[in-house]
């Protein structure tokens, strides 16, 4: 089922005198979500994401805009009859069900011709928990079962009805480390598997990056950028967004572009022909260094720290706004600072300039110095 939000804007009035303290949780978003793709809306912590979802499933009413599920304009429709399918962080099973009864609970509650025969439930909820590979679990209570296993369960009776669009709000927050990659995973194997339309939200980037077909990265209730998550993390359309993802962080730092190179602090590291003098904020992605005794880019030299396949030098330079410069570098390099300096060239495509004022992405040649 194909997704289209509208214009679609969602404001929270305020306690105070004239609407004082009213938030608009979610801005102006608009976005086209293909049938059968997984979704991923991220961002900070109160930047809008379970508002957004919670108007896709019915549970908000936007303040503005529509919500299309294929063509049907469903803005208007009660939650029941959407057609989604709700998976919540806390998992909200029933605990005095059995797992199966849990299953079961949605079709149960159909009414009329919608409600399938006592079999056909029974045949949809084997399906459903053999999909998420709980089938050995059924007669269990979940207080019975591990944090991943009743995440599963939820799924499960999110998909028994086999929703038209599956809506995951934060489901691996609960779970430990080595759970959250594994169901993310199960996640993404269920999605392609089903075929359903999946949005999922989450504050987690590299979540987001690793399983979605497509991101949303919100701010302040307002869409930054959508795209595939490797081409937004390769073209950034500002700063915020480059320092968002990527693991560890962007480097950034307070540059100068002038004369056709550009500066951070004295080193000009990089040919910038055909960007006006200005100040400009640079973020560099860890991977975009090189060491090389004649780089352009001198730092004070800090430490190494050891990654296996690679190992990151952490060093320090007076225009950079991170505290420390992280450069990962393949393992193979032998880090000599020589009088305690470490010196890089910079890799031009891993190099991004941003306006001062606005933040917002410069375009236009980078090449090697
Ligand atoms: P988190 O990751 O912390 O769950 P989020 O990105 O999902 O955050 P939302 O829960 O959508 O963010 O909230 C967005 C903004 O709207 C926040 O500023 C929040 O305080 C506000 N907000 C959410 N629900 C309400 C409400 N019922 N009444 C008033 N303000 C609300």
């Known amino acids: 089922m194909k997704v289209v939000l509208q214009n679609l804007t969602k404001k929270f009035s305020g306690r105070g005198k004239k609407n004082a303290g009213e938030v608009t949780a979610v801005n102006d978003f608009t976005v086209e979500i293909p049938d059968g793709e997984l979704v991923g809306l991220l961002g900070p912590s109160g930047c809008g994401k379970s508002t957004a979802l919670n108007l896709i499933s019915g549970l908000l009413k936007p303040t503005a805009g529509r919500i299309f599920f294929g063509e049907d304009d469903i803005t208007d429709l009660p939650p029941e009859k959407r057609g989604v399918g709700l998976v919540f962080q806390n998992y909200a099973l029933y605990p005095h069900l059995t797992v199966k009864q849990n299953i079961l609970f949605p079709l149960q509650n159909l009414k009329g011709k919608n ?14 928990a053999k999909l998420v590979q709980i089938d050995g679990l059924m007669d269990r209570k979940p207080g019975e079962l591990s944090g991943g296993q009743q995440q599963r369960v939820a799924i499960a009776r999110a998909l028994v009805k086999m929703p038209g669009v599956l809506l995951l709000d934060e489901p691996l927050s609960n779970l430990d480390a080595r759970l959250r990659l594994q169901t993310r995973e ?37 869409v930054q950028q959508i795209g595939r998550p490797q081409a937004v993390y390769d073209d950034p359309a500002n700063l915020f967004v480059a320092r968002f993802l990527g693991t560890p962080p962007i480097n950034v730092f307070a540059g100068q572009c002038r004369g056709g190179r550009l500066y951070l602090g004295q080193d000009a590291v990089l ?75 910079l890799k031009p495509q891993k190099v991004f300039l941003f306006g001062k004022d606005t933040e917002e992405r410069i375009c236009g040649e980078i090449t090697e110095s």
Request: aromatic residues 4%.
């Open 115 to 128: 409600r399938p025969s006592k079999t056909a439930m029974l045949e949809k909820a084997a399906e459903a």
């Open 271 to 345: 040919r910038v022909p055909g960007i006006a003098d200005q100040e400009v904020y640079v973020g560099v992605r860890p991977e975009g260094f090189v060491l090389c005794e004649t780089g352009a880019l001198s730092c004070e030299f800090g430490s190494v720290e050891v990654m296996g396949r690679d190992i990151s030098v952490v060093s320090r330079h007076s225009a950079s706004l991170n505290p420390t410069v992280r450069a990962i570098i393949s393992a193979e390099n032998r880090v000599d600072p020589a009088g305690g300096t470490v010196r890089f060239s």
């Open 186 to 222: 199960e996640i993404r194997r269920i999605q392609r598997e089903t075929g359903i339309t999946t949005i999922f939200v989450t504050h987690d980037q590299e979540e987001a990056m690793s399983i979605s077909d497509r991101i949303v990265v919100m701010k302040e209730g307002v």
